[in-house]
């Protein structure tokens, strides 16, 4: 006999209520704050970036588990987060585009804030969690602002042109809070105090650095005087299929951007000086939620997630923004602090998965397992980081009726396209050992061949094949 989701989380919530009665030992139920970055590659300091000015985020990572190698299922928006919030890659979730909600092709499933909301958890989100447009009210307990009940239909593309928008970075004379990031932060502090007592599960989408790069002008003046790098290969792979590549339109719609051909120096240097100041500023905004969580007393009662959605390029193969299968737009910033697990300040190598962390909130925060998820709980790297885990990481992104399977091993970065009818159109393989920036593509030379045809069964086989070693 099915039970009612509204008959959870009335067990949920009698449960949590009821145990200080019988089982006054119970430890208290974990709540969760969800940071999401938007477009944020793993560019901060944590990560070794020096030129970066991320205090805040720095000094989470030093109660965190890092995660040097996390990549996510596909590189936009609307899929990623779909894969994360779901447990569900994008072939089962059939979502590849800004304009599909997943609940046409899985109406039933149950997301990530949603199986917290079954078990007595108050969940709600400010700010960026779902794509624009496809918020999911099921999710959570106080429908967003703006949002509409039901399953929306396929959105309707945008009419945008190139230079159809403003500029693409901007320094503005405005305090933190005038702008929309900063009023997402605000009210995000105002909810944790009233959600001091009960559990929850609190979401926190911050824009920045999506584009355009507008912050405050002060953040903008942390780069006034610095020196800033330009891409160390503003050139394709050589031998890449040209399926591979992306012609970045998303930029190409604002006004001070080209509309065709390559981005000069001094406008590669305004942007990448604009990316770091928009990270910059939501790094302020972060350090502001998380000393309200300190301030109420809650932090030793609340798992802490930052994840960015994607990577993004900064001029790295001769391109920008992300929609590639490539490393610099699949890899993405992760770090985890669960009060008690662990060791503070830990790194670890391990390949994990956008798609993993659902079943690992889940375990962290003490729920029994929920079913159907392909992503695999990574909760037992935070207390041995070094411990033998996936063999491999996934990705995909579609071009036209084809598609692109990626799949990230230990030494390899290996791509299949295949069309619709799974034929073989291209293959790439890059070197990371030799070729970390993936320059070159060597899938076609004869020393390779056997080492293709076994990365391409490992790439058939699929995640379940590479996931980690069965627990002790």
Known sequence: MRTSTKALRTLGLLAFWLQPAFASAAPRPKNVLFIAVDDLRPEIGAYGVKLAKT??????????????????????CSPSRTVLMTGR????????????HFRLNLPDVVTLPQYFKQHGYHTQAYGKLYHSGLDDPASWSVLPKGAKTGIPQKLTPPQTKAGS????????????????DGQTADKAIETLKKLKGKPFFLGVGFVKPHLPFIAPR??????????????????????????????????????DVPSKGPIDQKMTGELIRGYYAAVSYTDALIGRVLAALDELGLRDDTIVV????HGWKLGE????????NYEI????????????????GSKTDALVETVDLY???????????????EGASFAPLLADPKRPWKKAAFSQYPRGPNMGYAMKTDRYRFVEWLDPAKKRLAVELYDHQKDPDENTNVAGKAENAALVAELSKQLAAGWRAAGPPARK
């Open 55 to 76: 205090p805040h985020m720095d000094a989470l990572a030093k109660r965190s588990m890092l995660f040097t190698r996390a990549y996510v299922s596909q590189a936009v």
């Open 89 to 100: 890659r994008p072939d089962t979730t059939k979502v590849y585009d800004l304009l599909t």
């Open 165 to 180: 928008r403003g500029p693409a970075w901007e320094s503005v004379e405005a305090d933190d809070s005038s702008l929309a």
């Open 218 to 255: 002060k953040y903008y003046d942390l780069f006034k005087d610095v020196a800033l790098p330009m891409p160390r290969n503003p050139y394709p792979p050589k031998d890449a299929p040209p399926m591979a590549a992306t012609g970045f339109g998303e930029l190409r719609y604002y006004r």
């Open 306 to 309: 930052l994840w960015g959605d």
């Open 317 to 324: 193969h001769g391109a920008w923004c992300k929609h590639t």
């Open 329 to 344: 737009d699949t890899r993405t910033t992760l770090m985890v602090n669960a009060p008690g697990v662990g060791t503070p």
């Open 359 to 373: 079943p690992t909130l889940v375990e962290l925060a003490g729920l029994p397992p929920s079913e159907g998820l």
